[in-house]
């Protein structure tokens, strides 16, 4: 499965390990779309139990703020090899 997989990105010029902006992104993109998940989940809850619209956007809001705390580590770990490759006498201090 993953032979077919590799095939299928290099196929299509679309390699995520071989960029590493793209990973970013990736990440980026996965944190957005759990943003509008929610709010469209919320949206759809308050309209059918409007006597709980104040509750149901409070839930929603910390489950954003829950979505963009989890989404912060990802991110860190794709964007990681981008700063080593910018700063390169990181690696020589690293260990004293």
Same mark, same amino acid.
């Not at 499965?1 to 590493?20: H, Q, Y």
């Not at 104040?54 to 860190?76: E, S, T, Y």
């Given at each position: ?35 509008? @998940? *929610? !709010? ?11 006597? %709980?619209? /104040?509750?149901?956007? $409070? ?5 954003? @703020? *829950? !979505? ?11 964007? %990681?090899? /981008?700063?080593?490759? $910018? ?10």
């Amino acid at each position: 499965m993953r032979r077919l997989i590799k095939i299928f990105r290099t196929a299509i010029g679309f390699d995520v390990a071989e960029n590493r902006n793209v990973r970013v992104v990736i990440e980026v993109a996965h944190i957005l779309i759990g943003l509008v @998940a *929610a !709010v469209l989940i919320a949206w759809a809850a308050a309209w059918s139990y409007p006597r %709980a619209t /104040d509750d149901i956007w $409070l839930v929603a809001f910390a489950c954003m @703020a *829950a !979505v963009v705390l989890m989404g912060i580590g990802p991110v860190r770990r794709a964007y %990681a090899p /981008d700063r080593a490759k $910018l700063d390169p006498e990181s690696g020589d201090t690293v260990n004293g």
